[in-house]
């Protein structure tokens, strides 16, 4: 299958999925998210055990897709995007019946660390930054932060929140974000796929079935965080902030 928003390549039991919006910064929209569920689709029904999540060098991935934002606004679209989608994806893959790696290059944002942490094990090189910019806008993440408290904890992830600006990757190892990184990621990934390769996708699934009983909190937390993301993008100041930033490059704090 050919996508717009995805390079996808299966090689044996690997999946490599490369998020690839370069003109829109890496950003998240409808379409892409659709795209990589058909992906996950796949992956379910064959004999897929590894799926290896990529961005681009400069920017793995930047959150939500301001600019699609700015243009329903200007067409008057007010048809709001549902998070439902998004939220069911990243589930996807942390309790589907494969290993789901994610290769951090550069910097993350937003909805880019949903995919970071909802993801088994995250590589990233030395280049990497993760932040949560939403509060600067009004919002915040709301279905990002039950798969972030999961991987580091309520008050890092409340931390980031608050803070806004990126944390380097020694900071994220350390706080359990990343698993590991080293100068050359790409090395650490074969080594991963390597050993991970020997493991069967049975065995995949009982375990991560077992894991999702030990602690079930990302489905409680679905219906809470999906609420909560709808009603900050029908906000009129929220959605006003986001079309003066797009259009002018100002925060909302300055004049």
């Avoid at 200007?74 to 998004?86: M, Y």
């Avoid at 996807?92 to 290059?105: C, F, K, Q």
């Avoid at 698993?179 to 995949?204: E, F, P, V, W």
Wanted: glycine content about 6%; aromatic content about 10%; charged content about 20%.
């Amino acid at each position: 299958m050919t996508y717009q928003t995805l390079k996808v390549c299966f090689e044996e039991k690997i999946c490599r999925v490369q998020l690839y919006r370069p003109k829109a910064n890496n950003t998240i929209n409808d379409r892409l998210v659709e795209e990589f569920h058909q992906v996950l689709d796949r992956c379910e029904t064959d004999l897929c055990t590894v799926v290896v999540l990529e961005g681009l060098q400069e920017v793995f991935c930047s959150g939500a897709d301001f600019q699609g934002i700015h243009q329903k606004i200007n067409t008057e679209d007010h048809t709001q995007s549902d998070s439902e989608p998004l939220y069911r994806l990243w589930l996807r893959l942390a309790t589907g019946p494969y290993v789901t790696i994610s290769h951090v290059r550069g910097r993350v944002n937003a909805g880019g660390i949903g995919f970071v942490a909802a993801s088994d094990i995250v590589i990233a090189d030395s280049t990497a930054r993760f932040s949560l910019s939403e509060l600067l806008f009004g919002l915040f993440p709301a279905c990002v932060l039950p798969f972030l408290i999961r991987r580091v904890g309520v008050q890092r992830g409340h931390y980031l929140t608050l803070i806004t600006w990126p944390v380097d990757v020694q900071h994220a190892y350390e706080w359990g974000l990343v698993d590991a990184y080293d100068t050359n990621s790409d090395m650490l990934i074969r080594k991963h796929i390597q050993r991970l390769k020997c493991l069967s996708k049975s065995g995949i699934y009982r375990y991560k079935n077992y894991m999702n009983l030990l602690s079930d909190t990302l489905y409680q937390s679905k219906p809470l965080a999906v609420e909560a993301n709808k009603e900050m993008f029908v906000n009129p100041d929220n959605l006003e902030q986001i079309y003066r930033y797009v259009e002018t490059g100002r925060f909302p704090w300055e004049s």
